[in-house]
């Protein structure tokens, strides 16, 4: 039985958006390493052509910061627009992760899920960092209506 079909299937179903790496800035002067930054990435939705989200979110400098050993705070900002024609696919899932990025060298990740507000005609994205031991709070969360688009 051949499985590669049905494997690659799922995996472009799980996957998730690729980021590229917009700016930076210094927040924090440290001596030993480098300096504690914002930095800011966009990615589009793996699965909705014509959006695009720029996430922000902090990370610490210092010898520890430059090896990965820190833990990094809970922290992030998102915020996403139409960027295009926006054509939903008919087998759209509420609650689908479109970005994940490792946040500390154990158990911590930045997740932005996708949600559709139906009702309303809105692509919603929410931001947050999990931990294994105990979840974070804080969150951010940016709201794309879906438009026609004009060029």
């Not at 833990?71 to 759209?92: H, K």
């Amino acid at each position: 039985m051949n499985l590669v079909a049905p494997l690659l299937f799922l995996f472009l179903l799980v996957s998730t958006a690729h980021a590229e790496k917009i700016g930076e800035v210094s927040t924090e002067f440290i001596l030993t390493g480098p300096n504690s930054k914002i930095v800011i990435e966009a990615f589009d939705d793996p699965i909705i052509p014509g959006v695009t989200c720029h996430v922000s979110y902090p990370t610490k400098g210092g010898i520890k910061g430059a090896l990965g050993l820190v833990e990094e705070r809970s922290e992030a900002s998102i915020a996403c627009r139409q960027t295009g024609p926006i054509t939903l696919p008919s087998n759209l899932k509420g609650g689908q992760e479109v970005f994940g990025k490792s946040r500390s060298i154990l158990f911590k990740k930045l997740h932005v899920i996708r949600f559709l507000d139906k009702k309303r005609n809105v692509l919603v994205y929410l931001a947050f960092t999990d931990k294994l031991i105990d979840g974070s709070p804080k969150h951010s969360l940016s709201s794309v209506p879906i438009m026609p688009w004009q060029n």
